[in-house]
């Protein structure tokens, strides 16, 4: 199946050593256009991984539901990643290693895209830093030799391989590309009451979790009107990625 024209990639087809190449390209063509975040000394910086993968040939994106008192409080749904620590090198090696750390998928296992932005601060006040991987199940980390030709579908990932840590992540679930093009799971919402983007609602692929609304409001938890949502920074960046990907406008 090909994609509509307006869409770089397509939203249903698995994910390809194709898709990939055009995605790197959509990514170096966006930072051409983009003001250069600078670092700021004295800033917390944080870094996050968005992992990209098919599960059962279908192409999406692996989320996290947060650890945390969910009967009370509702779960954040985020990417993979954390504060960089003294250990890290870089800010990719932080986001490489709280993927690690949160889901049990080592670096051998994924494929580095690139990054995108700017990086934007937290409600907590950290510079979060977006790199884009394509995650491979863990028989496939010679990735790097693959032989395959470019539309052959790269091998899907199982959910159940996943080592989650329990004391930080709930549960990991996929997302499917066709989900933010699904009218029904969309909501218009701003980030930080100036910039219009697309909240989806996952209530109903995140099953058997118990949580409800987090009555403070804030934009990076849970969602609104007794759904769960990917939204606040989450939803921005990938609001942001489908229009890299010319899926928004």
Known sequence: MR?????????TSPFTLSTLRTLQNALVAHAATTSKTNVIPGEVNAAVLVPLCNVDGVPGVL???????LRSHA???SFPGGRVDQVDTSFLDTALRETQEEVGIHPTQIDILGQFGPAEQSLKGMRVWPYIGFVYPPSSTSHTADTRSLGDPLPSISLSSLAISQSE??????LPLSAFTA???LRPDMFRAATPYWAVDVSDIVEHLEWISDPSGQPEVGGREGRLEVWG?????MS???RILKVYQ
């Open 3 to 11: 994609p509509p024209p307006a869409f770089l990639i397509s939203l």
């Open 63 to 69: 989320l996290e539901l947060r650890g945390g008192k």
């Open 75 to 77: 779960g954040e749904v």
């Open 169 to 174: 992540v709930e549960t990991v679930f996929h």
């Open 183 to 185: 009218p029904s799971r």
């Open 233 to 237: 920074l989450t939803g921005w960046y």
């Open 240 to 242: 942001l990625l489908m």
